[in-house]
Nanobody
Framework: QVHLVESGGGLVQPGGSLTLSCAASGSIFSINDMKWHRQAPGKRSELVAGINSDFGTDYADSVKGRFTISRDNAKKMVYLQMNSLKPEDTAVYYC???????????????WGQGTQVTVSS
């Protein structure tokens, strides 16, 4: 069994910063791509940022220059540093990872439960 657990969400004023963390646990052999998605009320889910196993990164245009994704393979964690936050960044943020479990036969797609980020004065 594999679990992804996000933390670090909360209420922040416009212009502020937050760092989200996501910890993977369980019978994990290897982790490939790790991503952050978000979904605001009434809107479609959006891929915010991704980082591959070689630490290559990619960002949505809406967050480029403000958000930074990073990972710690030894700790099986992925982070999202969010700066210069705007009200439109308000959403539930979900961690997503491609994981090969011990004894598995293919990569599996795993998701966390989400953490709420609210940007408001």
């Amino acid at each position: 069994q594999v679990h992804l657990v996000e933390s670090g969400g909360g209420l922040v004023q416009p212009g502020g910063s937050l760092t989200l963390s996501c910890a993977a646990s369980g019978s994990i052999f290897s982790i490939n791509d790790m991503k952050w998605h978000r979904q605001a009320p009434g809107k479609r889910s959006e891929l915010v940022a991704g980082i591959n196993s070689d630490f290559g990164t990619d960002y949505a245009d809406s967050v480029k220059g403000r958000f930074t994704i990073s990972r710690d393979n030894a700790k099986k964690m992925v982070y999202l540093q969010m700066n210069s936050l705007k009200p439109e960044d308000t959403a539930v943020y979900y961690c997503n990872a491609e994981i090969w479990v011990v004894g598995g036969t293919r990569w599996g797609d795993y998701w966390g439960q989400g953490t709420q980020v609210t940007v408001s004065s």
